[in-house]
């Protein structure tokens, strides 16, 4: 089992960057495929990125591609998303997740995190 405790979030202008980490616990890391999902009240959790376990391989929303870039350093045990060129549709609780399967490009993980919130202002 692993657990997830993401941070960096915040409020924010458009057009501003942050980077959100979501660290695990546990020895099994690079064991898991990860992802970034987020959510706003009333919608579905919707997917946002994902790497392979051992980062050779992401994936991205169309909504995100080219402006969030997915991490990880199995070192640490901590996956990132940094998030540029961000746009008031981008706010939303941002999930990270740990999946013992294949990486995916879909809301389904064996483990989530708390969320951290991003607010983007206009």
């Known amino acids: 089992q692993v657990q997830l405790v993401e941070s960096g979030g915040g409020l924010v202008q458009a057009g501003a960057s942050l980077r959100l980490s979501c660290a695990a616990s546990?020895?099994?890391?690079?064991?898991?495929?990860m992802g970034w999902c987020r959510q706003t009240p009333g919608k579905e959790r919707e997917f946002v990125a994902a790497?392979?376990?051992?980062?050779?391989?992401?994936y991205y929303a169309d909504s995100v591609k080219g402006r969030f870039t997915i991490s990880r350093d199995n070192d640490k045990n901590t996956v990132y998303l940094q998030m540029n060129s961000l746009k008031p549709d981008d706010t939303a609780l941002y999930y990270c997740?740990?999946?013992?399967?294949?990486?995916?490009?879909?809301?389904?993980?064996?483990?989530w995190g708390q969320g951290t919130q991003v607010t983007v202002s206009s």
């Open positions: 997740a740990a999946n013992r399967g294949p990486v995916n490009r879909t809301t389904s993980y064996d483990y």
């Open positions: 790497i392979s376990r051992g980062g050779l391989s992401t």
């Open positions: 546990g020895r099994t890391f690079s064991s898991y495929a």
